[in-house]
């Protein structure tokens, strides 16, 4: 017991008074600390209860690839070395207070215990233990450091590599070695976010953005790394099974940052070779004669602006989903599909989006629309690309995204392109410029939907 006392009087400073409680304040009684324990000890207890609460599909617990597995295991090598420190410290804390508290009146005027410090054993162990503590944190993490840096040197001849560029507030991606054919001559595959994969093969991305700072991260296989201006960033991940991955903007970057996503979607490599030579195609356009669906005449009840963005059909199965998405509707509406086509020009949708092989042009920040059926997402991954999500988002764009460029219009040098909206140089005033009907929207809908 006197070496313990030793103990706390050489890590204690000084100036330290001994603890003891404040003479005004009285402690509640045992049943009310009892009940108050208990709530606490609740409420920590509930995520473990209620199960799955390190689930989920943006979980960091459940990694699907090495570059997510070797960040988590930093972070539980951390925990560990930190949870500890915090059980030692709190219990020596603990102790302390109970065994040295003031017990009667007379305690709590005593003089306080004699003041030592310098005890060279103590001062030495605990600079050695800190030491230590950061040394079993530093070792796994430079090496976490060093393998995420890059494509391991082994596995670079067999890499395959994205161009991901972060747009106010969706994903882009380009694959610079596809090659496709462009009315201007030669050009690379672009898609916008979703960004398809090939399974166990290191994929580069390389890191861009159009405007502010994004960041890039998909939680189950890397990340996260900023998309920053002037700057050259990247990083690599690998999925080790193929899968629907969800992906997340994580610098925040302006009003509709937080739906600001994107997915990744790993294929088998010939599964993987199927979606790529049908994305490299030009935009397709139904026979006259194909045999004609009712795509008109799904509903339209009002939804309010925050209906569930995602069916639970999608949820359970979005891999399946995604796969069901990349087949030609057996039934489409030829004639509604070429009015849509038609309204896609006049209502100056042509001005931003290019639909390779029907509308040329467009504007390099706005999505690549060619084979816009294909996607099981809308809009930077807000919603899921069905009939219902599709007419909301042409018709009312801001009401579903708010601030999105595509309603106040692109920034194009020094004026804006207008969108839904029309800026007035002078003042800054928007008034509106593209109304889309809903008849006009089933039309448009039909035909983007078309575009697999
Ligand atoms: C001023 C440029 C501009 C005009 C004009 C424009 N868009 Fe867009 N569009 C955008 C931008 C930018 C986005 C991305 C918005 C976001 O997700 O934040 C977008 C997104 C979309 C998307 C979703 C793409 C995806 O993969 O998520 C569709 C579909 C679409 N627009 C259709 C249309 C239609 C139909 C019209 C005409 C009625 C139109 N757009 C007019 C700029 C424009
Ligand atoms: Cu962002």
């Known amino acids: ?13 000084s100036f330290a008074p001994r603890f003891h409680a404040p003479p005004m304040l009285s402690l509640p009684s045992l049943s009310v600390r009892c009940s108050r324990a208990l709530t606490c000890l609740a409420a920590l207890a509930t995520p473990f209860l209620t199960g799955g609460w390190l689930s989920g599909p943006q979980s960091t617990f459940e990694t699907e690839g090495p570059v997510a597995r070797s960040q988590l295991e930093v972070f539980y090598v951390t925990l560990w070395v930190t949870g500890i420190i915090f059980v030692i410290v709190a219990a020596i804390l603990g102790y302390a ?73 969706w994903f882009k991606f380009e694959y610079p070695t596809e090659k496709i054919t462009l009315d201007a001559g030669e050009g690379k595959l672009v898609t916008a976010n979703e960004m398809v994969i090939p399974v166990g093969r ?75 030579s049908a994305q490299k195609k030009a935009a397709v356009a139904p026979a006259a004669d194909t045999p004609t669906a009712q795509f008109a005449s799904y509903d339209m009840t009002p939804k309010g602006r925050n209906a569930a963005g995602y ?60 084979h816009f059926g294909s996607r099981t997402t809308l809009a930077g991954g807000l919603l899921e690309n069905s009939p219902v999500n599709l007419h909301r988002w042409v018709t009312d764009p801001n009401g579903v995204k708010p601030g999105n460029k595509m309603f106040v219009g692109l ?32 039309a448009l809908v039909a035909y983007l939907s078309s575009l697999k």
């Open 202 to 276: 290191a994929v580069r991305v390389n890191l861009r953005t159009y405007d502010v700072i994004h960041s890039f991260w998909v939680p189950k296989l890397a990340g996260k790394v900023d998309m920053m201006p002037n700057r050259a960033n990247h990083l690599w991940l690998k999925a080790e099974k193929a899968g629907y991955y969800w992906g997340q903007c994580a610098e925040y970057c302006g009003e509709s940052h937080a739906v600001m996503r994107f997915r990744v979607i790993a294929l088998e490599e010939p599964e993987f070779q199927t979606w790529l």
């Open 1 to 13: 017991m006197r070496s313990c006392k030793r103990f706390f009087h050489a890590i204690t400073p």
């Open 311 to 370: 069916s639970a059909s999608f949820d359970a199965n979005p891999l399946g989903q995604w796969r069901q998405q990349q087949q030609a509707d057996s039934a489409v509406d030829a004639a509604l599909i070429a009015q849509g086509r038609q309204l896609f020009a006049q209502k100056t949708c042509v001005a931003c989006h290019v639909i390779r092989g029907h509308h040329i042009g467009g504007n390099s920040a706005a999505p690549d629309l060619t």
């Open 411 to 442: 920034p194009l040098g020094g004026s804006v392109m207008p969108g839904y909206m029309l800026k007035d140089p002078t003042n800054g005033h928007l008034s509106p410029n593209i109304q889309v009907s809903d008849t006009e929207a089933r």
């Open 97 to 169: 207070t109970l065994r040295f508290r003031a017990r009667s009146a007379a305690d709590e005027h005593a003089a306080p215990p004699p003041q030592s410090h310098g005890n060279p054993l103590v001062e030495l162990g605990l600079i050695f233990a800190s030491v230590a503590a950061l040394v079993v944190i530093a070792i796994p993490t430079l090496r976490a450091i060093y393998f995420t840096y890059d494509v391991p040197e082994a596995e670079r001849a067999n890499a395959y590599t994205v161009n991901a560029t972060g747009y106010q507030w």
